[in-house]
């Protein structure tokens, strides 16, 4: 079930994954060289790996990286087995891209969203897991203009728990105040014709 809160939709739900081994493959992607076979697909869908290097540090995408295939598949399965037990179906969302994430001590993540190739009506869903989240090491806030005011809405991430919303909701992380990197996958799914002659007013 969604929450609503000034109009901010979002849902939490947990992970059944082993988190720490997730964290560890993460971090060991961020630092891969380009051809490490761990990226490398056996022909079926895999979007989890893109051309990171060479942004600003200032930039948003720049504490994003690659995801070895096996974290792709691992985890898409457990967010897609959250998306059916919502709609009652696997058939509204399937996985568009997804990414790595990891938040060095001092760092923090700009406002964004996550517009992606969705279909008519701009239906789509985001996401972000979180593998490791030492103390103090940022919160997750997410944003809304209700009524002409800028509304802060702020989560608690915890190891295992998975946040999902709109794709265009605007969000941010805090600086990392911790002494460890935190570490969270994100990415999108995009909603699939079948979706619209869906009713959603009982989600």
């Known amino acids: ?27 060991e992607a961020k630092e891969a060289d380009n051809d490490d076979p761990r990226f490398r697909g056996d022909g079926d869908d895999y979007n989890g790996y893109f051309d990171y290097e060479g942004y600003d540090p200032q930039h948003t995408f720049h504490e994003d990286s690659n995801i070895f295939k096996e974290t792709f598949k691992a985890v898409d399965k457990q967010v897609s087995k959250v998306l059916e037990s919502i709609f009652d179906t696997d058939r509204y969302f399937k996985v568009e891209e997804m990414w790595g994430h990891v938040i060095a001590p001092g760092e923090q993540t700009m406002v964004h969203n996550h517009g992606g190739r969705l279909v008519e009506a701009d239906l789509g869903l985001s996401w972000v897991y979180y593998a490791s989240v030492p103390t103090n090491s ?52 995009e909603a699939t014709r079948d979706l619209e002659d869906c009713n959603f007013n009982h989600y």
Do not use: W
Not at 157 to 176: A, C, D, E, M, R
């Open 1 to 27: 079930m969604f929450k609503i809160i000034n109009g901010i939709f979002y849902s939490e739900h947990e992970l059944k994954l082993d988190h720490h081994a997730i964290a560890k493959q993460v971090i």
């Open 138 to 189: 940022g919160n997750l806030f997410f944003l809304n203009n209700t009524a002409g005011n800028i509304y802060h809405h702020e989560t608690y991430p915890q190891v295992g728990k998975l946040f999902i919303f709109n794709s265009n909701l605007l969000h941010y992380t805090p600086k990392n105040a911790s002494k460890y990197p935190r570490v969270s996958i994100a990415g999108n799914h």
